[in-house]
């Protein structure tokens, strides 16, 4: 797998200071899209032990309050076996540090009915993500005042307790993630 860059000092990503990781690779191609270079599976650098060592040193600082995911597109099947070891071990690190991640695949209807990828993977990043932002990019939809994401087509979902309930439960500022 391969990554296009990493921020250690995002504030755009998600709620307060945090270190975002934008994977390469991605089939969705949504138009006018911010990063189109990460569509390339073979764009950026290796995502080897050494770089996830330094994300998960950036990760130290108390004012850290978690890690994004974002892309090129982190459920491309080629991503996930890489990035759910990696998720996995953010989690048993910090495990009060919350997790985002960007997709522009369908929560349930994708990515719940293992539509993308290998279900067991798919459910192992699951299980590591606190706040997932879904939903392709649509420029017909697009709204500069939407938080934390591009169009109002896109959803601001949290995941642990969607998947305990069975059902969408969104965040807001009313209904944070726990850790943020």
């Known amino acids: 797998m391969n990554y ?5 000092y995002d504030i755009a990503n998600g709620p307060g200071v945090r270190v975002s990781l934008f994977v390469s690779g991605c089939r969705n191609h949504c138009k006018n899209c911010f990063n189109p270079e ?3 599976f073979n764009y950026g650098q290796p995502f080897t032990k050494k770089v996830q060592d330094d994300i998960i040193n950036g990760l130290s600082p108390g004012y850290i309050q978690g890690v994004s995911l974002l892309g090129g597109e982190p459920f491309e ?7 759910a070891h990696f998720l996995e071990r953010v989690k048993s690190t910090y495990p009060k540090k919350s997790v985002w991640c960007y ?3 369908d ?8 539509k993308k990828g290998n279900i067991d993977t798919v459910m192992r990043m699951l299980k590591c993500i606190d706040v997932l ?8 939809l697009k709204n500069p005042a939407l938080q934390f994401r591009g169009s109002s087509n896109q959803r601001v979902i949290l995941v ?3 998947l305990a309930k069975k059902e969408i439960v969104l965040w807001n500022k ?4 726990k850790y943020d």
């Open 174 to 177: 009313d209904n944070p993630c």
């Open 107 to 114: 929560f349930d209807a994708d990515l719940l009915a293992g």
């Open 4 to 8: 296009a860059n990493i921020k250690y």
């Open 160 to 162: 642990q307790p969607s």
């Open 38 to 40: 990460t569509w390339d």
């Open 133 to 140: 932002v879904d939903g392709r990019f649509v420029e017909e």
């Open 103 to 105: 997709t522009g695949y």
């Open 77 to 83: 099947p080629e991503n996930q076996p890489e990035l």
